[in-house]
Structures are given as C-alpha cells and as structure tokens.
C-alpha cells in the first residue's frame, strides 16, 4: 500500500503534466523577468532571535479542514502586522485546499518573502513559483532523488529563490548538507505515517553543520515549544496549524513569539 507521500507526488505529477498543457514552460518564462537581487527569504530567518515562518494552509490530510474559507488577504496582513518574518502559502489542492492563486493573493497583500509550500518534483513548479511571487520553494529530500534535489535547488537559485530543503531523518540529513543546502527544514511530522514528534528536532539538529540556517516544522503549539527549539539553537519555526485554528491570528502569533 503506498504511504501518503507516494500518493501525493504521484498525484502532483498528475496535475502537473495537466498545468503543461494549459500553460506552457515557454509561457512561464516569458512572464518572469530578470531574476531578484538578494535572498530575501533566507535573509529573514537569521534576524535577532527566532524567526517565524506563519503558514497559510486551509486543510491537511491528518486534521481535514482547518479553515476551509479563509481569506489569504486577511490572514497574511495578521501574519505581517503581528511579527511573522517570512509566510509559507500551501498550494496543493487536493490535499492542502490551496492554489497558486493564494500565492498569487497573498503576494499582493503582503511585503513579507513568501514560501511556496508544496510537493515539488518538476522544473516546471518552480517557474510557476517565479512566477507567482514567490521567494521561496520546499522541496522534500524523501520526494526526490539526490541528483534531482540538486537540479532543482540549482534552477531555483538561477531563478532568484532560496530552498527550504526539508528532511525527517539522519539520512535525509546527510544527503540535505551533501547537496548543499543553506537552509534544512526539520519537519517533525512523518509524511510516510503522519505522526508527530517534536523531539525530531532535537535528535537531528546535531548533525546539521554550523552555519546552516535550520527550520523546526510541525507539532509547535505553544510558547513553550518555542522556547525550548530556540535554547537548542534552532533559528526560525514552521507554524500553520496552530495559527489558523486561531480565532485572532495576530494574538496566535505574539504569545507564540513571546
């Protein structure tokens, strides 16, 4: 039986090889423009303290809906005013209820870099993310083969963004720093099982070298959590979930940040 990360990247490659049809590279490029100057996104993370990346997400496959019809104009102004550093904006469909027209949305609402967080396994999502706005793009080391981790985080430097590679375990790690990856995401959740264990984190961040930008995701409720992945030397959070469930997002975000 395939594990959910195999279903979802199947089904990416699916709806990819559909937006090919309808939207040609070619097309893509042609709108892009010259590439920015600066990292803006990596940039954000490395700030006095620990920097939060605030998520966008209206659903996950382990909750369901979360807040099926939020506004992203709404929620991304809450995530600027109240000190996020960087916003992450899901844009898998099926799974995640998000779109590239929430990218699109929420880099017109907002000055903060923005992420695109979705499963990324072609050429031709990164020219989409260009395209949308974004600074920013994940790719899953458990989703992609070491030689196409490093095609892609190659093209989206040449296209002006930073990668936020993410990894789960010692290997994922190891094979994240060989390919040279400034900024490692440390995703405490399984996405073979879908379970949750903060102390990811903790084990992994050992084996991640000095002046690596490392990102804890997933299972970060509560101001505590923050404290204790910033003692650790941890220098920016993930957190979706816990702030959209919110009633008032800009209060989610400052008691989290203290």
Do not use: W
Request: aromatic letters at 4%; one cysteine or more; charged letters at 30%.
């Amino acid at each position: 039986m395939p594990t959910f990360l195999e279903t979802v990247v199947e089904r990416t490659q699916a709806d990819v090889a559909a937006r090919k049809l309808r939207v040609p590279a070619a097309e893509l490029e042609r709108r892009l423009g010259p590439a920015p100057r600066g990292r803006p996104f990596s940039e954000g993370l490395i700030d006095e303290g620990i920097s939060l990346i605030a998520e966008m997400k209206r659903a996950s496959p382990s909750k369901g809906p979360i807040r099926p019809g939020a506004s992203v104009t709404e929620v991304v102004r809450a995530y600027q005013e109240a000190g996020a550093r960087a916003v992450s904006v899901l844009t898998e469909g099926a799974y995640f209820g998000g779109s590239l027209d929430d990218l699109v949305e929420a880099r017109g609402a907002c000055d903060l870099p923005l992420l695109r967080k979705d499963f990324v396994v072609d050429d031709y999502q990164l020219l989409e993310a260009r395209a949308a706005g974004a600074d920013a793009v994940l790719l899953i080391v458990a989703a992609l083969d070491t030689e196409h981790l490093e095609h892609l985080m190659g093209m989206a430097s040449d296209l002006g963004m930073d990668t936020l590679v993410e990894v789960h375990d010692e290997e994922e790690v190891e094979t994240a720093v060989e390919s040279g990856a400034e900024v490692i995401g440390i995703n405490n959740r399984n996405l073979h099982s879908l379970e949750v264990d903060l102390e990811t984190t903790f084990r992994l961040l050992a084996d991640v070298p000095a002046g690596t930008v490392v990102v804890a995701e997933s299972g970060i409720t509560e101001r505590e959590d923050v404290e204790r992945l910033e003692e650790a030397g941890v220098d920016a959070i993930l957190v979706g979930e816990t702030l959209m469930r919110a009633d008032d997002p800009v209060r989610a975000v400052r008691d989290l940040l203290g």
